[in-house]
């Protein structure tokens, strides 16, 4: 059984009472030894650092973790002044609990974390409210809602034409008819006139896509407001003729220009849906293709295996190439039909009629803003009041109005080419006018409102027969076995020929579809294995089964975690002093690579050198020598005398020592000659820091230049290396990134040599002209257009060339790729022009690659 409860208030409540209770968990004789004393409103106050080290009867194992029971065992600490003055600040309760919620945290490490986190999974989610848990996969495949939304969610979306960007930037095909038809609507809708059609067709074209949800969501929004105005458009016409009117029926030559918009906005909502739809599909499609393409590589790779080792083992393996022949022929053939429906659905997405001109638009909102400023100025002229005096009758409505909106306001650089900065704002009207929407819907002479609606009728049909052919052979051809599937065929029926019999049942028909399409990826293709899962198993389901309240799977990882604490409990001290070493080590290579090189470079930019010299003074030196050579007569004390000076005192120092070195120094006059030279060699000596500092000065920023060197290309080839593991964990590859390029350039090769075997077609072009004898002549003109199955295989290969190209993403600039990818969905879209100019832009993209292998 399982008891169904208030998620938001419930939760608060049991967390509530989980800290009420930690915080007075029972007397002091039975509260747990990991809860501490608890701490009594008549104890004095005492600091955070006090009451850890309190009573906390927590015999940690770990020296880290190792709490003392009795407080007179340690000093007590004295408190910090500037914190001390904040402690009374702090509830007892809060104190209290903080304390003993880190005790519990540190409870046998990871033994209390792990508890704590699976007692807050459990009250959370409220598993513990549930007797069996219904998330699992069920026996026969079919996935839950919840795990359908997170495949959605984590499935990789990869634009292959503009349109698929045209989702993301505006919410989805036909942004600007929908614009139009919505404004035109809606403010019939507004004035409380309205029917429901108007009604049902404004809730049908107010559906967007949202950012960053998938297109499935869209349609499923898109599924009741459509039925709807279906619906009621239906009982609407079957009204006037007094009949039975069939869905097929209803779109017949209009009469009144509001059956027009009716129809018009009817047609828009419906293209709009199944272009989502066609695109789903198209991705499972893609999905399916690639891995049919996986298995037909594996096959191959078997088979010339087999060819190559047959001859060693001739009679075992004869049974052995025969069987794997025939699994390639099965997944061969299973892979062409897959690209061929591809083809089909990408065909059908590529002729859906245009959008209108962006004219249209600018057209209608000109108008509408002349339209209103001319009611503006009448309303102002008939109630005898002019600009300035409404501008000074302030009220808090008009307050209110005149606050401007901030999205009114864009703060631009070089807006004008001009290289400044500019605050910008976007004063005009917004919002289309019903009657100019109205007339540049109906009066388009660009575009006529009832051959649109024929061609968007026939593309319609076209599409609902295309996505139940490939739907119903996707069924027919599968081998795994959905009850599900085989029972909505008919419902495939009716919905392809707008047969609703009654019709009360659209919606059911549309939602039935979209389950189809989603599950289209699950069903196993001839020559697929089947894979072994144990999810797939009954042993999954039997030890869920056995996982009552959620208690036996959360006991069992706590005891995990037990074992993991005894097991790592001998080795504690060993990983602590060797993680501080290796942090420490970690630390001293990052200060003298990193930080010490960078820090000499800012430093030396930004401030003067010390030198050797800092300290000494050269012309003070060469002055007291000066001095001294004069005080014996040996100049006249100029730096000029100098030289000449230094070789007499030379000369003299020569004679001194020839009369004898005791008289002379006893004399004094050796001496001073010592003095002399010991100050010149002084002098001589600052003279020679004073170039070293000059070349030091000069080199400084070389050498400390040359000192940062290991450092960036440790950073250079680190960022590399990371960026590089980045694409092998997304890909799931272990190839060089040479040769994952190496095949991207194979797949464009490949797209080259399917346009230039395109099959060539002759179009029939009739000409206003007559033969002498009254026959029209008809002119030919001669293309090459892909057919279905080549248009599904350069579909796949332009999608496992995006899907590269965006796993190899971080390792190239971005304006790189893309250049590339936007080339690539232009690619797609190209279709209806020949393939002349798909070679044309092909060898275009080719060149742009290449350039890719100069930032490897």
Known sequence: ??????????????????????????????????????????????????????????????????YSSSSQQQPQQPQNKWYSQYVDLIPDSLESIFIRFKAIVLYEPPVGIVTLFLAARLLWTGRIFQVYTSKYKSVDGVLTQEEKKTKRRHRLQVPLDM??????????????????????????????????????????LSVSYKPR??????????ITPLSTLEKVLIEDESKVNKKSVKLRDMWETPKTDMEVMLQLAAKTAEIRALDALLRVIRDQLLTTSSRLFRNLKHWKRRVYIDNNLSWIFHRLMKASIEGDRLRLSYANAAFQSEVSRLGSVTQVLIERPPDMDDKALLNALAKSSRANQEAAEEENLANGQTKQTMAKRWSAKSLARAI????????????????????????????????????????????????????????????????????????????????????????????????????ADLDKQWMA??????????????GEGKELSITDSGIKVWTERLDVFGIPSSLALVGVAKVLHNYLLPYWPKLKSGSRKGLTIAWDIFKSRFWKPFYGIVEGLMSK????????????????????????????GSPESRKAALQAAARLYEEQLDNGVIRSAVRGRLVRLLLIQVQQL??????????????????????????????????????????????????KDIRPIKEVHAEMSDYLDELEMTFLLATTVSIPTMVESENHDGTEVVATTVTSILQPIDLGSSVLRIYRYLILLDYCGPLFPHRATSSIRHSMQELVTSHRLGTDRQVALLRLIKQKHMDLLKYL
């Not at 949800?213 to 898109?222: D, G, K, N």
């Not at 999205?407 to 009207?429: C, I, P, Q, T, W």
């Not at 400084?700 to 980045?726: D, E, H, K």
């Open 404 to 503: 401007p909106k901030v999205s009114k306001y864009s703060l631009r650089f070089n807006a004008e080419g001009r290289g400044r900065l500019s605050l910008r704002v976007y004063d005009g009207a917004t919002n289309i006018r019903s009657d100019v929407a109205q007339n540049e819907l109906l009066r388009n002479m660009d575009c006529n409102p009832r051959q649109w609606i024929d061609r968007a009728h026939d593309w319609t049909e076209n599409a609902r027969r295309v996505l139940c052919d490939v739907l119903r052979e996707s069924i027919e051809t599968s081998v795994s076995e959905n009850e599900q599937a085989n029972n909505n065929l008919d419902v495939i029926d009716k919905w392809c020929t707008y047969d609703c019999g009654n019709c």
């Open 609 to 636: 050198d010390t030198g050797l010299l800092d300290a000494f003074d050269i012309e003070n030196e060469e002055h007291s020598l000066d001095n001294m050579l004069k005080d014996l007569n040996l100049g006249d």
């Open 682 to 731: 002084k002098a001589g000596l600052l003279h020679a820091m004073s170039s070293i500092d000059v070349l030091v000065a000069a080199n400084r920023l070389n050498i400390q230049i040359l000192a940062a060197i290991p450092a960036v290309l440790i950073v250079y080839f680190g960022t590399r290396l990371i960026v590089r593991s980045i694409f092998t964990v997304r890909a």
């Open 163 to 204: 349109d698929d960007q045209a989702y993301v930037k505006f919410g989805g095909v036909e942004r600007i008819r929908r614009q139009l038809c919505w404004s035109a609507l809606n403010d019939i809708l507004q004035k409380g006139n309205a029917s429901a059609q108007v009604e049902a067709a404004v809730d049908a």
């Open 1 to 66: 059984m399982n008891i169904h409860f208030r998620r938001g208030s419930t939760r608060l409540l049991i967390l509530l009472g989980w800290l009420s209770w930690l915080n007075n968990c029972g007397s002091e004789g039975r509260r747990p030894k990991w809860l501490g004393r608890r701490r009594r409103r008549g104890d004095s106050k005492m600091t955070v650092a006090a009451l850890s080290q309190e009573t906390c009867d927590v015999t940690g194992p770990f020296d880290e973790f190792d």
């Open 513 to 526: 579809i979209l389950n189809l399409v989603d599950n289209l990826d699950s069903l196993r293709r001839v």
């Open 213 to 222: 949800e998938s297109r499935y969501q869209f349609v499923e929004e898109m």
